[in-house]
């Protein structure tokens, strides 16, 4: 029987993008198995539109097909945030959910943050008070508001309630729990695929797709000589994000990869880079999920950003900030190169259990506020 079907007020959760994926299968592999939750819905806004990468990351992390796909696609930050909106109130018409779980930071988690506020839905969500107080950043205005109307605020570290406090949210909504991402982690690290073998020896993995080093001919010029003085240190294998790729080819520097020690790759799958980065000798990334990952994992991680909402991966783990001061990057990897790098720690309650804790919380919380959950 299907108990999202059957059951008053069920737990509707929401995915719109890559990022969101490795946050949202273990909470709903969590929730299915707590046996005083509703089987959750999962609502796939359609954000994140390549349909075969898309299919590929849910057979990866065992993540059940979504119940309803929205069908979004793209559009500029406020066309996709209405767009989800407009779509996504009918499901809860529908559905009547007794709460909206909503991870990460993309436009999908605010939209549909927004519109279960206002329909008096709980909202809770899952990474919360996360802040690089950078508001250039379409991320950082997206975790700010989705906390402001959240009922339930889940932690993945500690400073994260400094965030919230000063924001002026209430303690009580607080909880700290952990890292669903590195629940993912943890739980598929055995199945990671092993790099091809013609990758060169010693390899850097690269991943940048920030608009901050990507969208402006500079600055993506810039990267890129980043990338090839690096790359005479130690060879490098780079995964192109497609909207990189489509910049490079767009501002006519194409040549800034054709160097024989940079590999560049085509957009990978969830296993293929864990087992990329399992494997790198450091990575180079502007990545929020790589940072914690990286950590999680124990590899140099230089992050060419001038900020971070994750504080916690360079207090404790493995990662450096690094903006694209060229000569800083090319002294750093030369030290990594030759002694292993920063040595990092794994932080607190990172240990594969936060979606449990998750599920176990909301299950009592559900039923102090909800009758039919008691």
């Known amino acids: 029987m299907d108990r999202a079907a059957h059951t008053p007020g069920a737990i509707v959760c929401v995915v719109g993008a890559r990022p969101n994926y490795m946050k949202i299968a273990p909470l709903m592999r969590a929730f299915r198995a707590h046996e005083r939750l509703p089987a959750p819905v999962l609502v796939h806004t359609g954000q994140h539109y390549d349909a075969m990468l898309n299919e590929r990351l849910f057979e990866e992390l065992e993540l059940p097909p979504a119940d309803i796909n929205l069908g979004v696609g793209s559009g500029t930050h406020a066309v996709q945030t209405a767009e989800v909106m407009r779509r996504f109130e009918p499901v809860l018409d529908e559905y009547r959910p007794a709460c909206v779980v909503v991870v990460g930071d993309v436009n999908s988690t ?36 989705t906390d402001q ?27 700290f729990v952990g890292n669903v991402m590195i629940d993912s982690l943890l739980q598929h690290r055995r199945r990671a695929v092993a790099p091809p073998r013609n990758l060169p020896e010693g390899f850097g993995v690269v991943t940048l797709h920030r608009p901050s080093n990507v969208d402006r001919p500079d600055a ?42 940079l590999v560049v790759l085509p957009p990978q799958g969830y296993l293929e880079m864990l087992g990329l980065m399992s494997a790198a000798t450091v990575v180079l990334t502007d990545s929020g999920g790589m940072q914690e990952e990286t950590t999680a994992l124990g590899v140099p991680c230089l992050t060419m950003r001038e900020n971070t909402e994750r504080p916690i991966t360079v207090e404790q783990g493995t990662n450096l900030l690094v903006g694209r001061d060229r000569a800083r990057i090319v002294r750093l990897v030369e ?17 594969g259990k936060a979606a449990e804790r998750i599920a ?15």
């Not at 008096?120 to 508001?135: K, P």
């Not at 109307?149 to 909880?175: F, P």
């Not at 030290?335 to 240990?351: N, S, V």
Request: charge should be positive; charged fraction near 25%.
């Open 335 to 351: 030290e990594i190169a030759a002694t292993g790098g920063k040595r990092g720690r794994i932080p607190e309650l990172w240990d």
């Open 220 to 261: 993506l010029a810039d990267s890129l000589d980043i990338l090839r003085a690096v790359s005479e240190i130690v060879p490098l294998v780079c995964a192109l994000h497609p909207r990189t790729q489509a910049n490079i080819a767009s501002f006519g520097l194409e040549g800034g990869l054709a160097t024989e020690r």
């Open 149 to 175: 109307v959240s009922d339930l605020l889940y932690t993945s570290e500690r400073t994260a309630h400094l965030n919230l406090a000063r924001e002026g949210i209430a303690k009580k909504r607080m909880h």
């Open 360 to 374: 176990q919380h909301l299950a009592g919380w559900l039923a102090a506020r909800t009758p039919a959950y008691a």
């Open 110 to 145: 605010l939209a549909c943050s927004l519109v279960a506020a206002k329909k008096g839905i709980a909202v809770a969500h899952v990474e919360a008070g996360l802040r690089s107080y950078d508001r250039t950043m379409p991320e950082e205005i997206n975790r700010v508001l």
